[in-house]
């Protein structure tokens, strides 16, 4: 069985500032990926970045980076540089040899 | 490139009447999901198709709901007869194919029902 745990509800970040969203997971598959979705208002998930479980480097797509920590099981997205835009429900999701499970998610705020 | 297509976006219905929710995936996708997203929590599969066999279903309350993915196209979920706690976003998503722990899905804009 997998399990994602998002233990933060809600965030909030001034635009340019950083932010880190809390991942962790549970899983007894020995390869799996993680992925990152972004939902905004409108409802549609917009997929950010993946992880494999055997890539030795984080994972990074334009301002959004993975903070792999296989040892510790989990997988923090990282914003750079917010903005207005990136205000929205974020998912952690994990899928191994079974179905893709995701988080409760984490609701961003970003304020100018 | 066209991205995954759903219609309705929403739909309100009363409480034992059936929907139906048509998706149409990525052009060459083999792999169609639906997924039901109730408020406040991540979305859950309900069925998994490759091409038009099913592969996961195992979520899916089989009293009520039923899929199909004829020609290995488009798909259409229905719930008949509605309860209100189907009320939720029902989203497509597809993905070229699956290997080893990495699929990349990729998701429609979903519809809102709401059953009253």
């Known amino acids: 069985a997998q399990k994602i745990t998002q233990t933060q509800p809600g965030m909030f970040v001034q635009e340019k500032e950083a932010v880190t969203l809390d991942c962790t997971y549970d899983?007894?598959?020995?390869?799996?990926?993680l992925f990152w979705y972004k939902q905004p208002s409108s409802g549609e998930m917009i997929f950010l970045i993946y992880q494999g479980s055997y890539d030795e480097q984080n994972a990074t797509e334009g301002r959004y980076s993975l903070n792999f920590q296989k040892a510790r099981k989990s997988a923090n997205l990282v914003i750079s540089a917010s903005q207005l835009g990136d205000s929205a429900m974020y998912f952690c999701?994990?899928?191994?040899?079974?179905?893709?499970?995701f988080g409760t998610g984490t609701r961003l705020q970003v304020f100018p | 490139e066209a991205g995954v297509a759903q219609s309705p976006r929403y739909k309100i219905i009363e409480k034992r009447q059936s929907v139906a929710f048509w998706c149409n995936p990525i052009s060459g996708h083999a792999t169609l999901y639906w997924y039901q997203q109730i408020l406040g929590q991540g979305p859950k599969l309900l069925i998994q198709f490759q091409n038009n066999g099913v592969v996961d279903d195992s979520q899916l309350p089989k009293d009520r709901f039923s899929a199909e993915r004829l020609k290995g196209v488009d798909s259409t979920l229905k719930i008949q007869p509605a309860k209100l706690e189907d009320s939720a976003v029902y989203l497509c998503a597809s993905s070229l194919d699956r290997w080893g722990g990495k699929e990349t899905q990729y998701f429609g804009p979903g519809t809102r029902l709401l059953v009253l």
């Open positions: 899983t007894s598959d020995q390869s799996y990926g």
């Open positions: 999701a994990i899928q191994g040899a079974d179905k893709l499970i």
